[in-house]
């Protein structure tokens, strides 16, 4: 029965997998292409030397704009100071950094370079106010509420999820599927949500898993959205960013405090049959790992996705750093590496699904060790 | 000692940092992956209850080896 379910839940899997990444896998590899190529101009004509960790960082952390495949989409930037008020506008107004707007100014690598600025402190795509001089006025502090690519693919995916979700929903209510067979959208989801609420929430947490099942439901599926989202060659990397996978973690850690009885507690400050010497050192270990455990989910999310963008725009850039050596290695290299990045981004795929599962799992499994005693309790009490 | 002060030792270490925790992480989800190997070929029929409990230790493990990954990481950028 179990194992006929995690068979039907694979197939969902791959089946999603197949019909929507098929395409993109492949446009990837043009994609990422046309993105190095204009750094590859650039350097030839500059007689500079290609910075394959400047351009890592580039397509790894938040930004004003999208870049698909060469072109530039811009964002709404919101910025706040006391000074100048509050202002709305396009990140287009910017030009790339060339210019100010409405006495606003957006940091780029190569103004940083320019102005002579210290890359330690100044960060690109960071927004300052103008001062006198035209260089960045550090004295005005600028709160930056900009919807940045991260924010507003999140928006997207969402939209997409609830969309379907609904459109899966109404269909239940209309009594499709309900004691028949699902059809259509509702067979690609129910697979996964009977697999999370029986493998995830039945085994960990027992008779209270319906009040937990809605909870890990919504993490799971968010997580897996914009896992796929951040897939999508040119997209960006929304759960490759601690401040998202931080919020998340603190959402768990607060189910699990709310989850928690008296002997989870009893357990950590006065853990029971050990002696005084070594509670002085057990203690701390136990009320410490209280913060880890969510820490842990935040931090493992986190570099997994991290990880696996970076590896994926390393493998596109050992095209380049060969082609710089010699454009003949270039095209040789090519086809090597290209073959690399198709089969890293499959194993992504994987791991997108993987990821969602194993932060739902163990949520669900700190929840459930947080109201485990209670049983003994019960039982206790029904004994007297 | 001013060796130890460079970016270029940072950078290094960073790596190197990196490579030990790969060798461990390797060293532990190998170890994982072998006791439920044998465990699912002495008991096939509770080897759904295996597969579940051996990813979630492999991504305990593969947690810690992250850890590594992100100082070592922070070590180059910083």
């Not at chain 1, 990837?28 to 030839?44: F, N, R, S, V």
């Not at chain 1, 202002?87 to 103004?111: D, Q």
């Not at chain 2, 460079?6 to 960073?14: D, I, K, M, W």
């Amino acid at each position: 029965m179990c194992n006929h379910r995690f068979k039907s839940f694979t197939v969902a899997v791959f089946s999603v997998f197949f019909l929507l990444f098929a395409g993109p896998a492949l446009a990837q590899e043009h994609g990422e292409e046309h993105t190095g190529q204009p750094a590859e101009h650039k350097e030839a004509g500059h007689e500079e030397k290609l910075n394959v960790g400047e351009v890592i960082f580039e397509h790894v952390l938040d930004g004003h704009e999208f870049h698909f495949f060469g072109v530039s989409v811009p964002l709404p930037v919101l910025v706040y100071s006391k000074e100048k008020g509050f202002k709305a506008f396009m990140s287009s107004a910017f030009h790339h950094g060339t210019e100010a707007h409405e006495g606003y100014m957006i940091l780029t690598k190569h103004n940083i370079a320019e102005m002579g600025l210290d890359p330690k402190k100044f960060k690109s795509e960071d927004i300052y106010a103008v001062g006198a001089d035209g260089k960045p006025d550090t004295t005005v502090s600028v709160f930056d509420f900009s919807l940045t690519r991260n924010v507003v693919q999140m928006i997207l995916a969402l939209t997409v999820f609830v969309v379907l979700m609904l459109r899966i929903a109404k269909r239940y209510k209309s009594g499709v599927g309900v004691t028949s067979a699902p059809k259509g959208s509702q067979s690609l989801i129910e697979p996964v949500i009977t697999f999370v609420r029986d493998e995830v929430a039945k085994p960990n947490l027992g008779h209270k898993y319906e009040k937990y099942l809605p909870y890990l439901l919504t993490v799971f599926f968010f997580i897996l959205i914009n896992n796929i989202f951040g897939l999508i060659p040119g997209s960006a990397n929304v759960t490759g960013n601690i401040a998202f996978t931080a919020v998340l973690g603190l959402i768990s850690f607060v189910v699990i405090l709310f989850s928690s009885n008296s002997h989870y507690w009893g357990h950590i400050f006065n853990p029971p049959g050990v002696p005084l010497g070594v509670k002085f050192i057990l203690v701390p270990v136990e009320f410490l790992s209280v913060f880890i455990k969510p820490f842990a989910l935040i931090i493992r999310l986190f570099a997994n996705m991290v990880a696996g963008h970076i590896i994926i725009i390393c493998l596109i850039s050992l095209i380049f750093i060969f082609g710089q050596l010699n454009p003949v290695a270039g095209w040789g290299a090519s086809p090597l590496s290209i073959g690399f990045t198709v089969f890293i981004y499959l194993i992504e795929v994987l791991v997108a699904f993987l990821q969602a599962f194993i932060f739902t799992m163990l949520t669900a499994v700190f929840v459930g060790q947080a109201f485990e005693g209670e049983h003994h309790e019960e039982a206790h009490a029904a004994h007297h | 000692m001013d060796l130890f002060l460079l970016a270029e030792t940072a950078n290094a270490g960073g790596a190197i940092g990196a490579g030990l925790a790969a060798i461990g992480a390797g060293i532990g989800i190998g170890q994982i992956g072998k006791g439920a190997v044998e465990a699912i070929a002495r008991q096939p029929e509770a080897s759904n209850d295996i597969r579940g409990n051996m990813i979630l230790t492999a991504a305990l493990v593969e947690g810690a080896a992250l850890f590594a990954i992100i100082v070592g990481f922070l070590a180059m950028v910083l």
